[in-house]
């Protein structure tokens, strides 16, 4: 399956069990079942030497409202 990806996002592909961070805007291959779930908003450039298994920290920045 291909799609268009945009550099930052942020893709969970449930077979694998893997968290994907896409470095590059463009058209890719991916996984059928992978799901958009997120965009890095900073630090991306961080990534660029990462190669596989790259530790990184998720922050939410949505906020949760209670009635």
Known sequence: LY?????GDVGYAP???????FLTDG???????MVR???VHSGLSDL???VLEC??????TATRTTS
């Open 37 to 39: 779930v997120g965009r």
């Open 55 to 60: 530790e990184v920290a998720l922050v939410s």
């Open 48 to 50: 660029s030497n990462c």
């Open 27 to 33: 058209a890719g291959e991916v996984a059928s079942d």
């Open 15 to 21: 077979a694998e069990r893997s968290l994907v961070v």
């Open 3 to 7: 799609r268009w990806l945009e550099a």
